[in-house]
T-cell receptor
Framework: DGGITQSPKYLFRKEGQNVTLSCEQN?????MYWYRQDPGQGLRLIYY???????QKGDIAEGYSVSREKKESFPLTVTSAQKNPTAFYLC???????????FGQGTRLTVV | GQSLEQPSEVTAVEGAIVQINCTYQ??????LSWYQQHDGGAPTFLSY????GLEETGRFSSFLSRSDSYGYLLLQELQMKDSASYFC???????????FGAGTRLFVKA
């Protein structure tokens, strides 16, 4: 079955540590995205990538980094520079624009 | 700046029709989308409007008026499983930088 797989589903991080969230898609989509969702709020764009080896900052990129070495994969690293990393992180992909996107099941990150 | 406004909560009765409005301010408008999200789950794409008018997909319809910077999602024959949060989203130039509204929580009562 085609889809987007995010792992892990839950992640706990100690303050000061970097952590990488995985996102893999087998939909053959060119574009991929990372969003952050805080309780009771909408999604905010962290980074997006339109094609392999290219990515752009979204609205809240500070403290995050990404890579896009393969079409299928778009990992997100939450660095120690991110002051408030506890949130629900959603990865998405789309065949065209972000307005018709397919989402993974998300990773819930908690800083302990 | 860019912003979207949608009601925070809507309550309706099973079998009824409900409309969720969305007004937006954005530069380089590329289109308006709607997503459904159940608690703890991932958003699911419902509908997309690039041009003015009504788009119908089963029980769900979405409307856009670009001159009014306004759209709405219409849900018909409400079912209990429609209880969820609904987000509108608009795309800027190129359609890749998307802004989401804060979401409307729909409660469907028996």
């Amino acid at each position: 079955d085609g889809g987007i797989t995010q792992s892990p589903k839950y992640l706990f991080r100690k303050e000061g540590q970097n952590v990488t969230l995985s996102c893999e898609q087998n939909l053959n989509h060119d574009a991929m995205y990372w969003y952050r969702q805080d309780p009771g709020q909408g999604l905010r764009l962290i980074y997006y990538s339109q094609i392999v080896n290219d990515f752009q900052k979204g609205d809240i990129a500070e403290g995050y980094s990404v890579s896009r070495e393969k079409k299928e994969s778009f990992p997100l690293t939450v660095t120690s520079a991110q002051k408030n990393p506890t949130a629900f992180y959603l990865c998405a992909s789309s065949p065209r624009t972000a307005l018709e996107a397919f989402f993974g099941q998300g990773t819930r990150l908690t800083v302990v | 700046g860019q912003s979207l406004e949608q009601p925070s909560e809507v309550t309706a009765v099973e079998g009824a029709i409900v409309q969720i409005n969305c007004t937006y301010q954005t530069s380089g408008f590329y289109g308006l989308s709607w997503y459904q999200q159940h608690d703890g789950g991932a958003p699911t794409f419902l509908s997309y409007n690039a041009l003015d008018g009504l788009e119908e997909t089963g029980r769900f319809s979405s409307f856009l008026s670009r001159s009014d910077s306004y759209g709405y999602l219409l849900l018909q024959e409400l079912q209990m499983k429609d209880s969820a949060s609904y987000f509108c989203a608009v795309g800027g130039t190129g359609g890749f930088k998307t802004i989401f509204g804060a979401g409307t929580r729909l409660f469907v009562k028996a």
